[in-house]
């Protein structure tokens, strides 16, 4: 799947400030530290996920923890010595038009149940229809590699262990016409992913 982007308004930069208010929403979202409940079983009565997969998260070990409502659990954890960005950013791609389609339950197949109560918080936004999304070069990502390489490092590392900083790859999603993540500093996205059972997963975001 090609990584997604926000076409573009042809009088009015639309693509950038649509980027731009979704990135905002899902820091907002975060800075709130909305904690919910975990399950397994998708709400609309699909095919229930996997508890090896999708275990139990393990709360943060400090209140105000801002990218995300949990830690993962660390059962299962794997901890590849190298990960190649295509295949992260296709992760980081599926589960960002799931958020913008408003396919919830979707989204959830792509993220650690760490994350899930920030998906439930963004129910209440309006979903974005399918033709508010197109493929875009994979440029996209500003940096790509280990958490322990990302600006959040030590606030990972404070929340969650070693164990989870260790075991937790970076993607850094640049804006639209943004080269650097210094051109728009105040749009810049960064994921956090843990890899489980041989599943990719997002658990936090900034």
Avoid at 86 to 107: I, S
Avoid at 123 to 149: F, Q, Y
Avoid at 154 to 181: F, H, K, M, Y
Wanted: aromatic residues 8%; charged residues 20%.
């Amino acid at each position: 799947m090609k990584p997604w982007r926000w076409k573009s308004h042809p009088d009015r930069g639309w693509a950038r400030r649509r980027a731009g208010g979704v990135l905002v929403v899902l820091a907002g979202l975060l800075l709130a530290g909305c904690v919910g409940q975990w399950a397994v079983v998708g709400e609309r009565g699909g095919d229930a996920l996997p508890g090896d997969v999708f275990p139990p998260p393990v709360p943060a070990r400090h209140e105000g923890f801002g990218l995300a409502a949990a830690c993962p659990n660390p059962e299962g954890i794997e901890y590849p010595p190298s990960v190649g960005a295509a295949e992260l950013m296709e992760v980081v791609t599926d589960h960002m038009v799931a958020v913008a389609k408003g396919e919830f339950e979707q989204a959830k197949r792509t993220a650690d149940p760490a994350f899930w109560p920030i998906l439930d918080q963004m129910k209440s936004a309006r979903p974005l229809s399918s033709g508010d999304v197109e493929g875009i070069d994979p440029t996209a990502a500003g940096e790509v590699g280990p958490a322990r390489a990302s600006p959040h490092a030590d606030l990972i590392a404070s929340n969650c262990g070693d164990q989870v900083l260790e075991a937790s790859w970076w993607v850094q999603v640049l804006p639209r016409g943004a080269r650097t993540a210094g051109d728009a500093p105040s749009l810049v996205g960064n994921f956090y992913l843990i890899k489980r059972q041989g599943h990719w997963l997002i658990w936090a975001s900034e």
